[in-house]
């Protein structure tokens, strides 16, 4: 059973650092793209940023240059790194596997992790 397992949420002061990790197990990164999305309350949830297969890298652009995505995959572990956290990057973060073409519609989620960040 392929299951997505998020850690290292917590409360944060603003302008400081977290890193997310993604503990994914059943799950052949070579054939997905990794990714972090978020949800904030009251908020849709939206994409954070993604990872290829082939480590291609792609960011909203609220995001760049300071969030990184990264996987090890010699841990199955998909990572996000967090700096100059905002309070408005307040959410629910969710690791998520999406197949990659030919197997396109294999797709699965985390429960989720809390980061909160205090102004």
């Known amino acids: 059973q392929v299951q997505l397992v998020e850690s290292g949420g917590g409360l944060v002061q603003a302008g400081g650092s977290l890193r997310l990790s993604c503990a994914a197990s059943?799950?052949?990164?070579?054939?997905?793209?990794m990714g972090w999305y978020r949800q904030a309350p009251g908020k849709q949830r939206e994409l954070v940023a993604k990872i290829t297969s082939g480590s291609i890298t792609n960011y909203v652009d609220s995001m760049k240059g300071r969030f990184t995505i990264s996987t090890d995959n010699a841990k199955n572990t998909v990572y996000l790194q967090m700096n100059s956290l905002k309070p408005e990057d307040t959410a629910v973060y969710y690791c998520?596997?999406?197949?990659?073409?030919?197997?396109?519609?294999?797709?699965?989620w985390g429960k989720g992790t809390l980061v909160t960040v205090s102004s």
């Open positions: 998520n596997a999406d197949a990659e073409s030919p197997y396109s519609g294999m797709g699965y």
């Open positions: 059943r799950i052949i990164f070579s054939i997905y793209t």
